[in-house]
């Protein structure tokens, strides 16, 4: 089991220290003082004032910040949750990610989803209703300019003639790419495409918002692990080299009073024993200190005494 976050920036207005390039470098030392594996950020370049006021937060550029705080560590991943892929010509993320991990020196996992706020795509020129067949030829693109030259496509919605993008990224073959989604379509997905899956846990309420399967449970998750296994073994792909990132619903809310490191830790096992490898952290973003002591404890009280049981180190 791996851990990573994503940078606390999850209100509207947002703490105005965690916007600013001390606030982005403060969280990346700490978390990787901490033990933490990965951090992230999101994805809204464009987000309307209805959902904003509707429980909406800003949001910094993923690729640029996540390159702002490669440049203040040494060895913390960098996976944004997640980038909405249909926002960008797949040519123009190849080129950010490669960047990203040859100058981060092959830190970078590209994650990505298909996106559901139809406000945000009519701002960017983007047909909201192609988004998931954007994705799809995109994901295509992006692996083939990674590990190839003298590159031609000829898609639906991208046509190239002879591209080759260097320098390659670090990473060999590629960066690792994972789909987020709890639908099954994205598991297919993640069959055919990807090294990973990033589901969130989504009650009703918020999976009818954002257009996707209700995953509220552990026997929900598991479920959803066993039909991604049986879409592996379909597509002739080793299970075991698939990668499955979720949040803990154990132990309560981390910076707050009602958290428990042992309810957690007792959680971590249970999303072992399903099959997942990577835990997706909830790090409070009421303030850049509140943030920094919560990573802190939880370096202390989780991430410390899970990899002394487990034998590994931390990052």
């Known amino acids: ?14 703490d105005p220290e965690l916007a600013s390039a001390h606030g982005v ?8 003082a901490a033990g933490f594996d990965a951090m992230g950020f999101t994805d809204h370049p464009a987000p309307t004032q209805r959902w904003l006021d509707a429980g909406g937060h800003d949001s910094l550029d993923p690729f640029v910040a996540m390159g702002f705080a ?3 560590t040494e060895k913390i991943r960098f996976i944004p949750n997640v980038v909405v892929l249909p926002y960008r010509n797949p040519f123009v993320v ?34 909201f209703d192609e988004r998931t067949a954007l994705v799809e030829e995109s994901l295509d693109v992006i692996r083939a300019i990674w590990t190839g030259d003298d590159i031609s496509f ?47 846990a989504a009650p009703a309420g918020l999976a009818s918002a ?23 073994d379909e597509a002739g792909r080793d299970w075991s080299t698939i990668d499955v990132c979720f949040s ?27 099959g997942v490898t990577w835990v997706q952290v909830a790090v409070p973003g009421d303030s850049l200190g509140h943030a920094v002591e919560a990573i ?7 991430i410390s005494t899970f990899c002394r049981s487990s034998g590994r180190y931390p990052s």
């Open 1 to 14: 089991m791996r851990f990573a976050f994503t940078y606390p920036i999850i209100t509207h207005p947002c």
């Open 25 to 32: 470098a403060t969280v990346a030392r700490a978390a990787e």
């Open 70 to 72: 490669a440049a203040h």
């Open 94 to 127: 190849a080129k950010s990610g490669a960047t990203l991990d040859l100058l981060s020196g092959g830190r970078f996992t590209l994650a990505v989803g298909v996106g559901y706020l139809k406000g945000e795509f009519a701002a960017l020129g983007v047909d």
């Open 154 to 200: 000829e898609g639906r919605h991208f046509r190239a003639r002879g591209i080759t993008a260097h320098p390659r990224p670090t990473s060999s073959p590629h960066p690792p790419i994972w789909i987020g989604g709890n639908t099954g379509n994205a598991r297919r997905r993640v069959a055919a495409r990807g090294d990973g899956w990033v589901p969130f």
């Open 210 to 232: 954002a257009r996707t399967a209700e995953l509220s449970s552990i026997e929900a998750l598991a479920s959803g692990i066993d039909d991604l296994k049986r879409r592996c």
């Open 248 to 274: 803990n619903l154990a132990g309560g809310r981390l910076g707050h009073d009602d958290f428990d490191p042992g309810a957690y830790l007792d959680g971590l096992g249970r999303l072992a024993e399903v």
């Open 296 to 302: 802190g404890h939880f370096g202390e009280s989780v």
